[in-house]
């Protein structure tokens, strides 16, 4: 007797229903052509995030980083990272295409349970490039990555909103989108795989014996029409959490394959956010300046930061005391001649990217100076503000500017790590024009490229934007992938 091993698939089975937000298609067409291969496409990943802003130390702001796509899983991260927490309570900073709805319920009822704020924002951990979903830099004391949020492009689509609604206090910057759609409800049938046993008579296989050995997964049929049941479940959840019925109801009236990016006053008449803050008021080192602290700032047992020896070696100064910098403390001309090399080299050479966001905590000023720029060959990709794209040629920068040095006053810092690269600090003192600030510097140890600035503003000229005491973040990225934004072409 010789047996053959056989996978029939029978076409009785039980039905199973999964609600997918924003990741079930209609047609098998269009789900092929669709890239879920970047890090927003990916499981979402929960990161505990302390602010790299070394003005704040030792009190510093510390959050929850939930990015990517919201799957059947996440919960159960989730309640890994808040059994972590104890009786300690972060703020979430969120930034989601979307996900599972069932997932997303879930997440939200957590977070209400146990009294969290949500503000949608990104966050990017220190010298990790934002299309690197797998760049971790060394950890702080407490365990938690240094890092930065803005809420620049930063989304909360989908089911995400559903998540966001379980926020105690809930918060969408000026430049974070908060979109909504119809719910997609996929169905799937598990079928039984058979293993067959055959004997072999006259020729002729015959089955002697037939056994379940496993189930397979198959999608039978989409649709966005919702069940009573469906509906009245989500209808009974926003009440509990306290949101509008007019959410559900904006969010079943637009087509699947389409987004519905809400204004900031329906945001605010549906209630899926509490009030105007933004991520700045959570993250930033002037947070933690407040008496009494908010609870998310956090005091490390070993406040010092993680440094490598220079040379020659200085004690290294944080960004709060850059203004008690004098002359006479600076080896100016070897720190500022460095500093104008790298400065040369990293804007007149090579494809970069670089943001600029503030971390003051008035909000206006922050809308003014926010920007993102790409570099590419002989032109510059600009957008201000949010005003959209703008192209011009690439002006050469030079160390001076109208017969005077762009950084003055130089003072070499104690080196650094930033992710997992060496940085040469400097401080100095920064103009252009009649913008002046009091500075430090992150260099490349090993490009000679610049890493990050922060300018604290001592006189701005009329219309510039910052105000005076508003402090300027700007992180450098050289991804070989960043591409010039569309409309333009090379």
């Known amino acids: 007797m010789s047996r053959i091993w056989d996978a029939v698939w029978t076409a009785l089975a039980r039905s199973v229903l999964v609600v997918i937000c924003c990741l079930a298609f209609t047609s098998p067409s269009l789900a092929a052509q669709e890239d879920r291969t970047g890090p927003d496409w990916q499981p979402m990943r929960i990161k505990l995030v302390r602010g790299d802003l070394p003005a704040c130390e030792p009190l510093c702001p510390e959050w929850i980083s939930m990015e990517g796509q919201i799957t059947e899983t996440t919960p159960a991260l989730f309640s890994a990272v808040l059994k972590h927490l104890g009786a300690r309570r972060l703020p979430i900073v969120v930034n989601s295409f979307g996900g599972s709805v069932e997932g997303a319920i879930k997440l939200g009822r957590m977070i ?46 989908s089911s ?13 910057g000026g430049w974070a989108q908060v979109g909504v759609h119809q719910i997609t409800t996929t169905y799937f049938r598990r079928e039984p795989i058979y293993r067959n046993d055959y ?63 809400l204004s900031r006053d329906e945001m605010k008449a549906m209630k899926i956010i509490t009030g105007d803050s933004a991520v700045r008021d959570f993250v930033s080192f002037r947070v933690c300046e407040a008496l009494p602290a908010p609870p998310h700032c956090i005091a490390l047992a070993d406040s010092k930061p993680t440094v490598v020896a220079a040379a020659p070696p200085m004690q290294q100064k944080p960004s709060v005391e850059i203004s008690q910098i004098s002359t006479s403390e600076a080896i100016s001309n070897t720190a500022c001649d460095d500093l104008d090399a790298a400065n040369e080299k990293t804007r007149n050479t090579g ?76 401080a100095a003192d920064w103009h252009r024009g009649a913008n002046r600030a009091k500075g430090k510097v992150w260099i490349s140890a090993d490009t000679g490229k610049l890493l990050r600035t922060e300018r604290i503003f001592t006189a701005v000229a009329l219309g510039y934007g910052p105000q005076v005491g508003a402090t300027a973040v700007e992180i450098f990225t050289y991804d ?7 409309p333009f072409d090379q």
């Open 480 to 486: 070989r992938t960043i591409e010039p934004p569309p």
């Open 351 to 426: 494809r970069y990217q670089d943001i600029i966001h503030d971390i003051a905590s008035n909000r206006y000023p922050a809308k003014l100076i926010l920007s993102e720029n790409r570099f590419d060959g002989s032109f510059v990709y600009e957008n201000q503000r949010n005003a959209g794209w703008k192209k011009y040629r690439r002006p050469m920068i030079e160390s001076q500017q109208n017969g005077e040095p762009i950084f003055e006053n130089c003072s070499r810092l104690a080196d650094e790590i930033i992710g997992t690269m060496k940085a040469i600090v400097i």
């Open 199 to 261: 004997k072999s008579v006259g020729g002729k296989k015959r089955v002697i014996d037939r056994k379940v050995v496993g189930h397979k997964q198959v999608t039978t049929r989409t649709t966005t029409k919702l069940t009573a049941s469906h509906r009245g479940n989500l209808t009974a959840y926003f009440n509990e959490m306290g949101i509008g019925p007019a959410l559900l109801q904006k969010a079943l009236s637009i087509p699947a394959a389409d987004m519905y990016t």
């Open 112 to 157: 209400r349970k146990n009294g969290l704020d949500v503000v949608v924002a990104t966050t990017r951990l220190s010298g990790c490039p934002t299309a690197k979903e797998n760049c971790l830099p060394p950890k702080n004391a407490d365990g938690t990555y240094p890092g930065f949020a803005y809420d620049y492009q930063a989304q909360c689509n």
């Open 160 to 172: 995400c909103g559903y998540m966001m609604a379980g926020g105690v206090r809930r918060f969408a």
